[in-house]
């Protein structure tokens, strides 16, 4: 495993840090023998002085045994993060570290990036032409950085036979546990995820927690309207209704909401619902069938229909991810 910054980890990364060392890093005898063998590999020149920690870093320091000559030979190389500075500002990552990770992936390891590894992997030409992801907050970065990625922002990870990559934080153990699977089998993957504590599988994608802000618009004559409409939510709704209600024509309300938000009046209705429906999902234990009459979804059936085309997850599953207090 690489370790990107072996000077300063800030606080962030230490969970995805964390992650593989905590599956691979410790034997399992009981549940396959031999197990994996480990080595963290640093940017720097092995046992190096990290010298003082820099502001808003943990001031926890890292001293490795193996440097990034060491991946070259590995079966299987992770990236579990980049410097944040890599990604929002656009600091060059190592040139070392891309050469090294490029000999490693010619050399036949297998390559697996979590959150902003995707990088690293994309900066090395490795991710050209292939499916990856990373964390939703940094997909837009990443596909406009790197446009023969093929960036998904929908999924927890993405398997591509010898390249493999996760989104952020908990996505990485999702990835971490989908090796075990493959290498040593699901009964092995499904009791170290008992050991954890952890599903040993999500169901669902990234969708189900991005937030969705409201959009943006300049047409402040539509508020009115939309207030209202948010209101009345649980009712049977028409673009008609809204147009009456916003005293303008059908075809005029459907050209100025379209152009102030990007989707149709209706689609519009249907996110709003969807929204509703989370929010309820979310604070409430209400039945899935008083939710959808509600957020003005119908039937049960109708609501998991509509949730799970827009969210990726039923409401059922949606629910179990954000548990009432």
């Not at 493959?182 to 189900?208: E, I, S, T």
């Not at 459907?254 to 979310?282: D, H």
């Not at 008083?290 to 990726?312: D, W, Y």
Request: aromatic fraction near 6%; charged fraction near 20%.
């Amino acid at each position: 495993m690489v370790v990107t910054e072996e000077m300063h980890v800030p606080s962030w990364d230490l969970y995805e840090l964390s992650i593989p060392c905590t599956v691979f890093g410790k034997p399992q005898p009981d549940l396959a023998e031999p197990w994996y063998d480990l080595r963290l590999c640093g940017t720097g020149e092995p046992g190096q002085d990290p010298g003082t920690p820099a502001n808003g870093t943990t001031g926890l320091s890292l001293h490795t045994r193996y440097g990034l000559t060491d991946l070259v030979g590995a079966d299987t190389v992770i990236v579990p993060s980049v410097p944040d500075a890599c990604v929002d500002e656009g600091r060059p990552l190592p040139p070392e570290l891309i050469t090294a990770l490029r000999r490693a992936y010619d050399s036949g390891a297998r390559m697996v990036s979590l959150c902003t590894g995707a990088f690293a992997l994309a900066e090395a030409g490795i991710l050209d032409g292939r499916r990856a992801t990373a964390h939703w907050l940094h997909t837009a970065q990443l596909a406009a950085r790197y446009s023969k990625v093929e960036v998904d922002d929908s999924v927890l990870y993405v398997d591509d036979g010898d390249v493999l990559s996760s989104a952020g934080l908990t996505a990485g153990l999702d990835l971490c546990l989908h090796l075990v699977r493959r290498d040593l089998g699901a009964h092995v993957a499904n009791q170290l995820a008992r050991r954890m504590v952890v599903p040993a599988h999500r169901p669902g994608g990234q969708a189900q927690f991005i937030d969705q802000p409201m959009p943006a618009t300049d047409d402040r004559g539509l508020t009115p309207v939309l207030d209202w409409a948010r209101e009345r939510l649980d009712e049977p709704l028409t673009v008609e209704d809204l147009a009456r209600q916003a005293a303008m024509s059908p075809r005029t309300l459907y050209r100025r909401l379209q152009a102030a938000t990007g989707v149709t009046p209706l689609q519009w209705l249907l996110n709003q619902r969807i929204r509703r429906a989370q929010s309820l999902l979310e604070s409430t234990d209400l039945p899935v069938s008083r939710i959808g009459e509600l957020s003005g979804l119908g039937t049960a059936n109708n609501l998991r229909h509509h949730f799970l085309k827009q969210v990726g997850v039923s409401p059922s599953d949606y629910r179990r991810a954000f548990p009432l207090a």
